[in-house]
């Protein structure tokens, strides 16, 4: 159980042009996911909480008009990247928080490359 | 200013033998902690979690001790498996805080055949 699905798992895009990333939860009903980022080598950033319909609360530095997220359902959340630059290219991962439980369970990520 | 800290970024272990991950934290507030693996281009797998309240819980070979007056914690692997070989994140979050967790900067553990 407790299974998050990503799509796309790669994606390039060019410069200027938005790119959508979807995240479920396959098993199980989650009013809160989070979107991380990681950089290469580098530990997983957390960007955003996003809750289930009302808005995303965004950490520090993230800014919330360039990365758009939308829970609309208790099993789907969508960060959209505004406006992609080069400097977006990451790795995107989704996580979903199990109700009544600590842990996150995580989606497989998401490669962003913008060229 | 990091409230997790996985000071050991690597760490090669023979086959069968324990592994041992170290991990520290800054923030008294946190009261769950857990244990992830990654593999490249891959999301974090869960391990296993310790609540405050407890020093150890164990799954299989995975057991992880809580030293909260030290605010350390560890993730023992034994016996240690080719397959373990992967980069292990800990993290940690606060009841009250909207469940969030703060990760380490990972340990990536080899396990040598």
């Known amino acids: 159980g407790a299974v998050v699905s990503q799509h796309p798992s790669w994606v390039i895009c060019k410069s200027g042009t938005s790119v959508k990333i979807e995240c479920r939860s396959l098993d199980f009903q989650a009013t809160t996911m989070f979107w991380y980022r990681q950089f290469p080598k580098q530990s997983l950033m957390l960007m955003a909480t996003?809750?289930?319909?009302?808005?995303?609360?965004?950490e520090q530095g993230v800014e919330k008009d360039k990365f758009l997220i939308n829970h609309a359902s208790l099993t789907l959340s969508t960060l959209t990247v505004t406006s992609a630059h080069p400097e977006d290219s990451s790795f995107y991962i989704c996580?979903?928080?199990?109700?009544?439980?600590?842990?996150?369970?995580f989606g497989p990520g998401t490669r962003l490359t913008v060229t | 200013d990091q409230q997790v800290k996985q000071n050991s970024p690597s760490l090669s272990v023979q086959e069968g033998r324990i592994s041992i991950l170290n991990c520290d934290y800054t923030?008294?507030?946190?009261?769950?902690f857990l244990w992830y693996k990654k593999y490249p281009a891959e999301g974090p797998t869960f391990l296993i979690s310790?609540?405050?309240?407890?020093d150890k819980n164990e799954d299989g070979r995975f057991t992880v001790f809580l030293n909260k007056s030290a605010k350390h914690l560890s993730l023992h692997i034994v016996p240690s498996q080719p397959g373990d070989s992967a980069v292990y994140f800990c993290a940690a979050g606060a009841s009250g805080s909207a469940r969030q967790l703060t990760f380490g900067s990972g340990t990536q553990l080899t396990v040598l055949p």
């Open positions: 996580s979903a928080r199990v109700p009544g439980r600590y842990e996150q369970y």
């Open positions: 310790i609540s405050s309240i407890k």
């Open positions: 923030n008294s507030m946190f009261d769950y």
């Open positions: 996003s809750n289930e319909g009302s808005k995303a609360t965004y």
